[in-house]
Structures are given as C-alpha cells and as structure tokens.
C-alpha cells in the first residue's frame, strides 16, 4: 500500500479548514491540527477540535505567530496547507526561511514570499464559497435571493466560481501527492460552477417563473458605498439597515470583486504553470450551482 503524505494543516477550525481537515483523514492522511490556545475555549472552535480529534487527527498548539510551534509543527509532516484568510495570516519570511530548511512539500501561503524562498508549493485558486454571497445572489444584506428586484453591480456579465468548501476541500487533498501539481497552480472553475451575476438573475427567475426588476450599479458608486458603509447606520448603501458594519464592507468588497473577475474565470491556462482541477480528476464528484 502506498504511503500517505502526512499533512499538517493551519486553520483548521475555519469553514475551510475544518472541511480540509476531514477531507484528509478521509483519504487516511496522517493529519495534524495547528492550533491556537485560544480555540479550545471557543464553544464552536472546540467541538470542530474534539470531531477531529475523534477522527485521529492529531491537535498541535501553536500558532502562525509563534515561529517555534510552527517549525516545531513542520517538523512532524510532509505537507503544509495553509487554509488560513489572508486577513489573519502573516507567515514571517524567517518562519520561511526555516520551513525550507526543514523541507516542506508544499505551502499554500503568500506567493512572492514562497516563490523566493524556493519552497515547493501548490496553489488552489478558487473565487467563493457557495455559503458565502451566491445564497442572496450577490445582494449584500441579504440572506435569500429577493423576489421583487435584483441590484447588479457592473454591467452583470463577468463570470465567477462559485465552489462548495467540501468540494474545495476534496480538489485540495487529491493534488497533495499528485506530483503534476507541484509548483503549479490548480485552478477551480468546473463546468455548472461558473456563472454571471446575470446568468444567476436569470436561473432563479426560471425557479420562480417570474420576471424580475434590475438595478444597475455602476463600479464608481460601488466604491463610493464600499467608503461610506463601516460609518454608516445604512451599511449597504441600499436601504437595508444593519449593525454589522464590517461584515457589510467585507460583503460590498467581495461584491465589488464579483464584477470584476474576469482573470480568475475567463483566461487560458498556461500548462506550465498551472493546471485545471478536473484535468487531474476527471471523474471528481461536486456539487453545481443549478442543484436540481
């Protein structure tokens, strides 16, 4: 039997994360939890924890902060995948430095800084999570997609990937010993997964059989509400009302990325640097937008 990559994983309490993390004891990996302290007090942090632990992951505290446990961590495995949110993480060039030393597989984490490094990589490109801004169809303060009018943001035709994390989580764990992916980006934009915000108006009016009403917003009063919202009892910009300021900004920017994406869902992949997901898998299952 061939012998699993031991893998390590940071981040393991996101949604993201926690998905890798079952994903990799699935597939029997040796799997490893680098953990903050913190986590264990957390009631939903610590139930993620002990569902792993149950599983045989192994729980390892530390932190990407703490350059000793990391490269204490690093020590214990073959590969490193970093599911951590760009906000949070901050990986230290020196902690780099000593993760090539101690020869990691691969490390997920900011480009220039691995690439400098010489360290092997993979990275997994995907654009959004389905739970996050496809269940209102991108209608920032919404939970549910409306029923009476749509607010598209530019001209509604640029297309975005929309992947379910466990599916995310699956492609992630199949490229870890595939040796195509090595120093390579694996690109996540299967067919059913890639839509306009335009294309998705028209595939709930079908669901619902009724047309709906369309507000264009131009990308300059786009950002002009991006600038104001974090201030504002309006968060949105949109009428709707609400006391999550900073969830808003993070949702009006991610809205502002969705009419702007045409890099990520719409270019030639050059081989060699890159490969697509289903070309190392043909036969992977995922879940599509359209779910009948």
């Given at each position: 039997m061939e012998k699993k990559s031991r893998i390590l994983i940071v981040g393991a309490t996101g949604k993201l994360g926690f998905e890798i993390a079952k994903a990799s004891l699935q597939a029997s990996h040796p799997t490893y939890a680098l953990v903050r302290d913190s986590a264990f007090s957390d009631p939903l942090k610590s139930l993620k924890l002990q569902s792993l632990s149950d599983s045989g992951a192994t729980l390892l505290k530390g932190s990407l902060q703490d350059e000793t446990s990391l490269i204490e961590a690093i020590k214990q495995v073959d590969v490193v995948i970093c599911a951590v949110s760009l906000n949070k993480s901050s990986i230290r060039s020196s902690s780099l430095r000593l993760s090539n030393k101690l020869g990691v597989s691969r490390k997920a984490e900011i480009r220039h800084l691995v690439e400098a490094e010489g360290i092997p990589h993979t990275y997994i490109?995907?654009?959004?999570?389905?739970?996050?801004?496809?269940?209102?169809?991108?209608?920032?303060?919404?939970?549910?997609?409306?029923?009476?009018?749509?607010?598209?943001?530019?001209?509604?035709?640029?297309?975005?990937?929309?992947?379910?994390?466990?599916?995310?989580?699956?492609?992630?764990?199949?490229?870890?010993?595939?040796?195509?992916?090595?120093?390579?980006?694996?690109?996540?934009?299967?067919?059913?997964?890639?839509?306009?915000?335009?294309?998705?108006?028209?595939?709930?009016?079908?669901?619902?059989?009724?047309?709906?009403?369309?507000?264009?917003?131009?990308?300059?009063?786009?950002?002009?509400?991006?600038?104001?919202?974090?201030?504002?009892?309006?968060?949105?910009?949109?009428?709707?009302?609400?006391?999550?300021?900073?969830?808003?900004?993070?949702?009006?920017?991610?809205?502002?990325?969705?009419?702007?994406?045409?890099?990520?869902?719409?270019?030639?992949?050059?081989?060699?640097?890159?490969?697509?997901?289903?070309?190392?898998?043909?036969?992977?299952?995922?879940?599509?937008?359209?779910?009948?």
């Open positions: 490109c995907c654009n959004y999570f389905m739970s996050y801004l496809l269940p209102s169809i991108v209608q920032p303060g919404l939970k549910t997609p409306p029923r009476d009018k749509f607010t598209i943001f530019g001209n509604g035709n640029v297309k975005g990937v929309f992947m379910k994390e466990s599916d995310v989580a699956a492609f992630t764990i199949s490229a870890v010993d595939d040796p195509r992916t090595l120093n390579k980006a694996v690109h996540l934009r299967p067919q059913g997964n890639v839509y306009s915000m335009n294309e998705l108006v028209e595939l709930w009016e079908s669901k619902i059989g009724k047309k709906l009403e369309k507000i264009y917003v131009p990308e300059e009063e786009l950002l002009k509400k991006i600038k104001v919202c974090e201030l504002s009892k309006d968060p949105y910009g949109l009428g709707r009302k609400s006391s999550q300021s900073y969830f808003s900004s993070c949702e009006l920017r991610c809205t502002d990325a969705v009419k702007d994406i045409r890099s990520h869902a719409e270019f030639e992949i050059e081989l060699l640097f890159g490969l697509e997901a289903l070309g190392l898998n043909t036969d992977a299952k995922y879940v599509t937008v359209d779910v009948p």
